[in-house]
Structures are given as structure tokens and as C-alpha cells.
């Protein structure tokens, strides 16, 4: 083993959320301990990071996510000064065009409902009624529409796979170690994760135990005898060729829930499938059904110019799905102790990934959260059944 046979804190799962996790510990002055990342899949190939679209918005109804979004964007806007290691540029991008949600008569009052949430908290948005909508895209249909949000700054996307590689990156050059192996069960004492068990055979003892394992996040839990409510979902992402050029297009999403935005000379889109259509899932099959019967005629509605597009290939990819209201499970469930949990972001995890890190690097280094009081995403709603509900979710 070239490892310690104990960390004082050992990260499940080397995504974008553990890798942020491990950045923030490791870059925090007042923690003095040793830290492991513990990934089996070193590729990425099935990770829900490297197939995330990569949007980055304030435009939520909770005012946590706002927040945890508001501090992503700035942080990656900022990132060469943050995760830059020995000076050399990392050349992430953060293309700031914004999200454009578009709303019927019945959408209307919820989006206005949201805009108030998020002018208090400082997002800088517009409600743009269907005459404003025509006037700033006139590429788009307003037929239909009773208005729209869009994001005026502070909104767009970025590579995920990049910002991921990034905060792993740094993370090693501050000392943290990363193993190449899957975790298979955990031992427990009085309430308390005493060592992770490897495929190996091995055991890794710790202090702290935190599962940032995504779609995996439920098997972990279970390790603990606890049910999180957490589930693969599987989410299709369609690229699509266009020959007549858009200008400044946002990440948009119809009223429908379809969604697209430009990627270079091309498009991404995609649509969360109805709900008798969304089983758990951990397969990457493509679906064309739901491009050809849902996501191309709203396009071309919504578009007229995407009337003549042509599909070029897709990809899939998992959410960790939190069935009770799709939003964020962070901190300990209240039988065991050390283990904490940062799952459940149900399709924004990328964007909260610098809140988060930075957020479970506090409950670890201090007991509590310092920067943003992230509670409300605590075991305790998840325990009593009570849903805190997001709104906004693509």
C-alpha cells in the first residue's frame, strides 16, 4: 500500500463535488490533517461530471441554491487565481450567456414569484415580457409566451470536465493523496465510520468519512444502515448541427422543459423525460424517441431556423436524483457521525461544487457551517419527510 493506513478525512467518490471537497480541505489553513480521494474510475468515462452540459445559474426558487450558484460562478470566473498550479494558466472557460426561462400564462406567476427571490439576493436578472423577448433574441418564436427570465450576468456554462481535472489537480499539488480503488463496505463502531473497506481487501481507517459518490451515493449510505433517498436517473443530452448561425444565444429552456444552448458550432438540448418514463436507471442507452417525438418539434416551434437542423450524436448521463425534493443532502445523518453526505443535487451539482467543497470543508474543520449556512439541506427534512422544494429544476 503506498498510502497511510489512516487519513483524517477519506472522500468517496473524485467527481467534481469530492474533488472540490478536496481542494477546499486541503487550501484551508486551519486543517492540519491528511486526506484521501477514493475513486475507482480514474478514465471518468461513466462519471456524471464529464457529461453534465455545464450550466451555471442564479436563476433558482431556493435561496441556498442562489447563493451556492452565485459563489460558483464567481469562483470559476476566478479559477486561475484559486486552482492554478505552479502558475500555469487553465484556460476554463465561462462563457457568460446566460439562461433564458421562458414561461405560458399558467408559468407566469412562478417566475415572477422566483425573480423577487432572487433581485433580494443580488442575482442580476430581467422579466422580460413577449415584446422584450422579440427585440433581444429575434431568433425566437414568442408565440405562446407570456414572458421570460434571463440571466444579465453571472449566468452561463462552462467544461465540466475541466473544472473537475482542476480541483483534483490542485488537490494534489496541496498534498492530498487519490486512490484508485472502489469502497465495498464500511466498518462501524457506537455510531461512528471507523475505516472504509476496499476491493482490495484492504481498509482505510478515518476520522472523518464524507460520500460524494453521485448516483452511487444510495449503496454508500447503505454501507450505514441508512436510506438515503437518492437514485441514478438517467438524462440524454442531444447534439444538433444548425446551418444558419444564432447570435448570442442563452442556455434556454421552453416552457415544456426542453432545453438547449450553442457548444461551438453546434448545440446541446435535452429533456427531463415524464415521470412514468423515469425509472431509476444506470444504463447508457439513447432514447431517439424523445428527440424525435419531444425535443425536435419543440425546437423547431420555439426556433423557426431550427426547423432544418441535423442531429449529429448524443450522449447519457446520471443524475443523483433526491426523490424527496431535488435538492442537495449535505452534513451527517444523525445515527452515525462522522459520515457526511453531499449528494442528491438532482442535475446542479457542477455549479455548486465550489459551495459545496468549501461547505464540508467547514463542518469538517469546524463542526459547523462559517460561509453559508447550508442546514435547511440537512438530514433532519430528509428524516421528517418535509420537502424543501426547488422549482426551478432543468
Not at 500555469?88 to 415572477?112: C, K, Q, W
Request: glycine content about 10%.
Amino acid at each position: 500500500m503506498s498510502h497511510p493506513e489512516e487519513y483524517d478525512v477519506a472522500i468517496v467518490g473524485g467527481g467534481v463535488i469530492g474533488s472540490a471537497i478536496a481542494y477546499f480541505l486541503a487550501s484551508n489553513d486551519d486543517f492540519k490533517g491528511r486526506i484521501a480521494v477514493v475513486e475507482q474510475d480514474s478514465t471518468y468515462e461513466t462519471a456524471a461530471t464529464a457529461r453534465s452540459v455545464g450550466g451555471i445559474r442564479q436563476q433558482f426558487s431556493t435561496p441556498e441554491n442562489i447563493l451556492m450558484s452565485q459563489f460558483g460562478g464567481a469562483f470559476v470566473r476566478d479559477a486561475d487565481r484559486h486552482l492554478s498550479v505552479d502558475g500555469a494558466p487553465l484556460h476554463l472557460p465561462f462563457v457568460e450567456n446566460g439562461y433564458l426561462f421562458l414561461a405560458s400564462d399558467t408559468g407566469m406567476p412562478i417566475l415572477r414569484a422566483n425573480h423577487e427571490t432572487q433581485i433580494a439576493l443580488g442575482a442580476d436578472v430581467a422579466l422580460l415580457d413577449p415584446v422584450a423577448l422579440g427585440h433581444r433574441f429575434p431568433w425566437l418564436n414568442v408565440e405562446g409566451l407570456a414572458g421570460g427570465s434571463f440571466g444579465l450576468s453571472g449566468e452561463g456554462w462552462t467544461d465540466p470536465y475541466s473544472l473537475m481535472q482542476a480541483f483534483r489537480q490542485k488537490s494534489i499539488a496541496l498534498g492530498v493523496d487519490w486512490i484508485k480503488e472502489s469502497v465495498v463496505g464500511l466498518d462501524l463502531a457506537g455510531g461512528h465510520v471507523k475505516a472504509l473497506r476496499l476491493g482490495s481487501g484492504e481498509k482505510l481507517a478515518c476520522g472523518h468519512a464524507v460520500s460524494a459518490a453521485g448516483w452511487h451515493a444510495a449503496k454508500i449510505a447503505a454501507m450505514a444502515g441508512i436510506d438515503l433517498p437518492v437514485r441514478p436517473r438517467k438524462r440524454l443530452v442531444f447534439v444538433f448541427a444548425c446551418r444558419e448561425p444564432l447570435e448570442r444565444v442563452p442556455l434556454t429552456i421552453d416552457p415544456s422543459g426542453v432545453y438547449f444552448r450553442p457548444e461551438g458550432a453546434t448545440y446541446l438540448c435535452g429533456v427531463s423525460p415524464p415521470a412514468d418514463r423515469d425509472p431509476d436507471c444506470v444504463d447508457f442507452e439513447i432514447d431517439y424517441s424523445l428527440y424525435e417525438e419531444t425535443i425536435w418539434p419543440t425546437l423547431a416551434a420555439r426556433v423557426p431556423t431550427f426547423e432544418a437542423i441535423r442531429l449529429e450524436r448524443a450522449w447519457a448521463g446520471h443524475y443523483d436524483y433526491n426523490l424527496l425534493d431535488q435538492n442537495a443532502i449535505l452534513g451527517a445523518h444523525p445515527a452515525v457521525d462522522n459520515l457526511l453526505f453531499a449528494t442528491g443535487f438532482s442535475g446542479h451539482g457542477l455549479q455548486q461544487s465550489p459551495a459545496t467543497g468549501r461547505a464540508v470543508a467547514e463542518l469538517v474543520t469546524y463542526g459547523e457551517y462559517r460561509s453559508l449556512d447550508l442546514r435547511r439541506f440537512g438530514f433532519t427534512r430528509i428524516l421528517a419527510q418535509e420537502p424543501l422544494r426547488e422549482s426551478n429544476v432543468v
